[in-house]
């Protein structure tokens, strides 16, 4: 079942706003170009921003989610339906014949057990055409963000604008790696509601992350730094093997 920060409808309503500017997504375009991709899939694509962005460039694009609210945010960004919208997660979808697959926003993360792991890598595998890509960012575990994270307990304060102003915080709640879980609390300041959302997500190595990709159909073909994120991050770009 998706988090509450993705799923819950008042959530999905402020996601944008407290997720800020998405700059980082350009780099992802620059990469759709550098592999010459037009037909993209963006799994966990959220409220849409990527696909969007993609759709925007000319590309046909397929954004699959498993929440039902996160995506209809995202239907609402593309009004004139360019975009193939699915609720649902990639082990169901048929064979797109994509010439590139992404996950942004370390969606990577949320795969916790190896088995749900493995099914995702199947799943993007059969929906890539022959030498088709795949590219996503993971966190690297040696940054330790989570120690970040359980430092900064600081509130967020955001006047968002058809709801009013709305109260963030933040709080790590168990640190068992290679997992580690945290607490949002959002306190709707119009009329005091308070919602939370619970988060559980997994820190692979690089080694292991590119062990994972071999044995299940892909060749690593390169290794990046998140370009407005040096250092806290791996950006994988890797090549189904036919």
């Given at each position: 079942?998706?988090?509450?920060?993705?799923?819950?409808?008042?959530?999905?309503?402020?996601?944008?706003?407290?997720?800020?500017?998405?700059?980082?997504?350009l780099a992802y375009l620059g990469i759709a170009d550098e592999l010459g991709a037009n037909r993209v899939l963006d799994i966990g694509c959220g409220t849409g921003c990527l696909a969007?962005?993609?759709?925007?460039s000319g590309r046909t694009v397929v954004g699959v989610d498993p929440a039902a609210a996160s995506i209809e945010v995202a239907k609402?960004?593309?009004?004139?339906?360019?975009?193939?919208?699915?609720h649902?997660?990639?082990?169901?979808?048929?064979?797109?014949?994509v010439d590139l697959a992404v996950m942004t926003g370390n969606v990577a993360q949320v795969f916790l057990s190896d088995d749900s792991w493995t099914q995702t890598l199947r799943g993007i595998r059969e929906a890539l055409r022959p030498d088709g890509h795949l590219v996503f960012e993971t966190r690297r575990p040696a940054r330790r963000a989570w120690t970040d994270w359980a430092a900064d307990t600081d509130p967020v304060i955001l006047d968002v604008p058809g709801t009013g102003p709305v109260e963030q915080r933040r709080?790590?709640?168990?640190?068992?790696?290679?997992?580690?879980?945290?607490?949002?609390?959002?306190?709707?300041?119009?009329?005091?509601?308070v919602v939370t959302?619970?988060?559980?997500?997994?820190?692979?190595?690089?080694?292991?992350?590119?062990?994972?990709?071999?044995?299940?159909?892909?060749?690593?073909?390169?290794v990046r730094e998140a370009p407005d994120r040096p250092g806290r991050e791996f950006v994988f770009i890797a090549e189904r093997t036919t």
């Open positions: 079942m998706p988090d509450a920060i993705f799923a819950h409808p008042r959530l999905v309503s402020v996601y944008d706003a407290f997720d800020g500017d998405r700059t980082d997504l969007v962005l993609l759709a925007d609402s960004k593309d009004p004139a339906a360019r975009i193939t919208w699915v649902g997660d990639v082990t169901a979808l048929p064979a797109l014949d709080e790590v709640t168990d640190v068992s790696l290679p997992c580690v879980s945290f607490r949002f609390t959002y306190r709707f300041l119009s009329d005091g509601m959302s619970d988060s559980t997500i997994r820190f692979r190595g690089r080694d292991e992350v590119e062990s994972t990709l071999i044995a299940h159909g892909f060749r690593v073909l390169d």
